[in-house]
């Protein structure tokens, strides 16, 4: 099965699912290859667009739910 997404969902994916956070010590440990994984997404032209799904999430998103 294929399957599509917008090649902006890719970067923010990574960026806004603590699910990918690796083990460690604390936050800042636990969220390095994560971050360093987006940036680098970024350096390669995926674009993010986690400030307008985090709207959305926060306000749309919880609206459809009910």
Not at 8 to 26: A, C, N, P
Not at 37 to 55: C, N, T
């Amino acid at each position: 099965m294929a399957g599509f997404v917008p090649r902006e969902w890719i970067r923010t994916k990574v960026r806004v699912s603590s699910g990918l956070d690796l083990h460690g010590d604390d936050d800042d440990s636990r969220q390095d290859w994560r971050r360093r994984l987006q940036r680098r997404l970024g350096q390669d032209g995926f674009p993010e667009i986690a400030d307008r799904w985090m709207a959305w999430f926060i306000n749309d998103g919880n609206q459809e739910a009910k």
